[in-house]
C-alpha cells in the first residue's frame, strides 16, 4: 500500500511541477510586459494545478479560431473601405495643435483609419439626456437603427429605448442590437430581449460564453464599446451603457453611476457604422463584401469643423494599439492634462509618462470614484497614489456616484472620449472605441464637464494618505501585485 501511495504522490508532484515548469517557459517566451509576466508567474509556481488551470483560462488572447480568422480576413477590407474617407474630408493641420500630427500619423500607421473633417459634436452628461435624445432620434428614424452596447440592463429608460426599437421595426425601420454576452447576460435570459426579437429586432449575442467554450477562448475577452447609430447619419459612444443609473447596481453602495456621451454628426459616423458593421458581420459570420450592396452605408456631408479620428481596439486590431497611443498623448501634453476613468491600474509605462508630464511643469489631474465597484481595482489604483502625488500629480476622488466616464483633455487643445479606461483589461483584453477630437472648441466642453467633475471631488492630501495604517498599505500592494491582469 505505502508502494502505491509513493508512486501515487511522486507522480502528482512530477506532474505538477513539469507543468509549473512549462507554463512558466510558455510565460517567459511570450515577451510580454515584465509585470504582467510576473503577475501570471507568481500565480503559476504559488498556487499548484490552480495557477495553471488559471493560467489556461486567461493567461492568453484567445479568441478563438473561427474569429481570429474571419477577424483577419475581413481587416484589410474594413481598413481600406473607411482610408478612402480621407480623400473626401482632409484636415487642414496647420490650423491645429502641432502636437495633434504625430497622434493621427502613428493611429493611421497602427488603425489604418484617417482623421476626417467636418464633424459636429455635442456632448451629453446626463443619463436622462442620453436616452431621450436616443429615443426621439429612433423615433425619427426611417432606415436604421443599429445599438452595440456592453451592458443593456432592464428597468427605467432602457426599457423605454426597448420600446422605441420595437416602434421603429412596426414603420419598416432595421433594427440591429449587439450585446456582449457577459455584460447584457441577465438581459439576454430576460422577457424583454424575447419580445424584442419576436417583434422584429435584430439581437446578436457578442463573444458569447460557456462552459465548453472556456476550453477553446478566453471568457474575460469583451465587447466594451458603447455605439448608437440612427440611419446612418447619427451617432453616439462614450461610456454610457444602456442601463438606467436608478436601476442599475443599486445595491453595491457606489451611488448612481456618471457617465458622458457624445452625440456625432458627420464624416465620423460613417466610420462607426463600418466599425458597427464589422463587428456583427464577424458575429455572424458573414463577408464584409456584402457591405457593397447594403443600403445604409453612404456617404456624409460636413456637418461642423471638427477633426476626428475613430480608434476601434482590441484583440486581433492590432497589438497594444490604443495603448501606444494612450502613451503619445500623455506625452505630448505641454501645460494640462486632465483625465477621468473609473479603473485607474496604470502598468510602469503609464505611471512614468504621468509622473514625467507632472516633474515637467504640466498640471496633471487624474479623477477616479471615491468608492469603486471593485474592491480589487480599487486597492490596486490606491497602491500609486503615494508616488504620483510626490511627483505632483493630483489625484481627485469623485464623491457624487461611481465616476464611469472616460476621458483625457490635453492642453485644453484635444481630447479624447471614448470607451478605453486607464487599466490593462481596456489596453489589452477588450474590443473598445475612442474618440480622438482635434479641435479646441470641443474640448473646451469637455474641459468644462471635468470642472464640473472637480467640483464634486477632493483633493487626496498626500500627508494624510501617507499616513494610512500598514494592514491598508498590505492589502494595496497584495492587490498590485494582480494589477497587471485586472
Known sequence: MDKYYWIATTSIFLADLAIRIGLSLRVIMRKRAASVTLAWLVIILLLPFAGAILYLLFGENRIGQRRAEH????LPYFKNWVSNLEERHQVNWDSINPECRPIDAQAYSIIGLPTVNGNELDIIEEAVTFFRTLIADIDQAKKTCFLEFYIWHEGGMADEVAAAL??????GVKCRVLLDSIGSEPFLKSGLFEEMRNKGVAITEALPAGFFRALFVRLDLRNHRK???IDGEIGYTGSQNLVDPKYFKQEENVGQWIDTMVRVRGPVVEKMTATFLFDWYVENSVSLNELKDIEEIKPIRKSGDAPVQLVPSGPGYTEDGIYDLLLTTLYAARKELILTTPYFVPDNAILAALKSAARRGVDVTIIVPKKNDSKLVHYASRA??????????KIMPFQGGLLHSKTITVDNDFSLIGSVNLDM???????????FVYNREFTEQLREVQQRYMQNSLLLD???FEKRSFFTRLKENCALIVGPLL
Do not use: C, D, P
Not at 420595437?166 to 414603420?171: E, K, N, T
Not at 500609486?384 to 500629480?393: D, F, I, K, P, Q
Open 166 to 171: 420595437i416602434r421603429a421595426v412596426s414603420r
Open 71 to 74: 477577424i483577419a480576413n475581413n
Open 227 to 229: 455605439i448608437a447609430l
Open 425 to 435: 483589461r481596456s489596453f489589452w483584453l477588450n474590443f473598445e472605441l475612442t474618440l
Open 384 to 393: 500609486r497614489y503615494g508616488e504620483l502625488t510626490r511627483s505632483g500629480v
Open 462 to 464: 498626500h500627508q494624510h
